[in-house]
């Protein structure tokens, strides 16, 4: 069973950066990596993915040209790289996986089978 695990939420000023990890329990060779958020009262939203072969990436609009997906396959993790954050990214951020996207991935969360916890991100001043 692959577990995920996120690390790296914590309270940021506007304009901030933070990175994210997400730390898997195996190899996630065979895996592609997404990135979501929830804030209170709103529906979840996919911000980043990443193939499982590390040559593909998409990004949602909002979070294009500020936020950067990477993964380190020796190290089974994955992070996200948040720079100019504003209050409007404040929620709980999740890593997921998907099977089988070796060369490509979809930023859908139907398509990603295993999530981990959540780390909770606060921009505020």
């Known amino acids: 069973q692959l577990q995920l695990v996120e690390s790296g939420g914590g309270l940021v000023q506007p304009g901030g950066s933070l990175s994210l990890s997400c730390v898997a329990s195996r190899s996630l060779d065979q895996y592609a990596i997404g990135w979501f958020r929830q804030a209170p009262g709103k529906e979840r939203e996919g911000l980043s993915c990443?193939?499982?072969?590390?040559?593909?990436?998409e990004y949602d609009d909002s979070v294009k040209g500020r936020f950067t997906i990477f993964r380190d396959k020796s190290k089974k993790t994955v992070y996200l790289r948040m720079d100019s954050l504003e209050p409007a990214d404040t929620a709980t951020y999740y890593c997921?996986?998907?099977?089988?996207?070796?060369?490509?991935?979809?930023?859908?969360?139907?398509?990603?089978?295993?999530w981990g916890q959540g780390t909770l991100v606060t921009v505020s001043s």
């Open positions: 997921a996986a998907a099977s089988g996207r070796v060369t490509h991935c979809v930023l859908s969360g139907d398509d990603f089978g295993w």
């Open positions: 990443i193939s499982s072969d590390g040559g593909s990436t």
